[in-house]
């Protein structure tokens, strides 16, 4: 009954798929993409798998507004000290925040546990208190959740 009540009030509870989306009349208020993954090479896929969805939101929906949230051990790759071992991530994050608008965070939480602080990631990646709660901010804002999965 727990676990029940857990999932039903989980963002993941909430997520949508991309196709659903695209084929909508009118865009939502916002989508919020999530990544949560286990090793910090995760982002090398799920960046670029990300970038493709905002580019065809964006065909669709110009002026959407979009963040991503990374809060998983993959979110280490956009360290600044990580940058030449993951020079993919970093340029499509930077061009995400820089030149098409979209939030990209982190989270601070999971970041402390390891010793590291917003001064270990660069400017153009905003670390949040918490990436939970910064995702539930999203959410009450109306934004779509979309949960980035490794596609087979």
């Known amino acids: ?17 991309i196709d659903h989306l695209l084929r909508a009349d009118t865009p939502p208020d916002g989508v919020v993409f999530e990544i949560l993954e286990t090793d910090v ?11 493709r969805h905002i580019k065809a939101l964006r ?54 546990w390891y010793g590291d602080t917003d001064e270990d990631f660069p400017d153009y990646v905003d670390v949040a208190p918490s990436g939970l709660a910064q995702l539930g901010l999203y959410l009450e804002l109306g934004y779509k959740l979309i949960v980035i999965e490794r596609e087979l």
């Open 1 to 17: 009954m727990l676990l029940a009540a857990a999932l039903l009030f989980s963002p993941l509870s909430q997520a949508t798929d």
């Open 41 to 51: 090479d995760d982002l090398g896929w799920a960046i670029p798998q990300t970038l």
């Open 59 to 112: 065909t669709r929906f110009p002026d959407l507004d979009i963040a991503v949230i990374t809060h998983g051990p993959e979110m280490f790759a956009l360290k600044s000290s990580d940058r030449d071992a993951f020079p993919e991530a970093h340029e499509i994050v930077q061009s995400l925040t820089q030149d098409q608008g979209v939030d990209v965070h982190v989270c601070g939480t999971h970041a402390s």
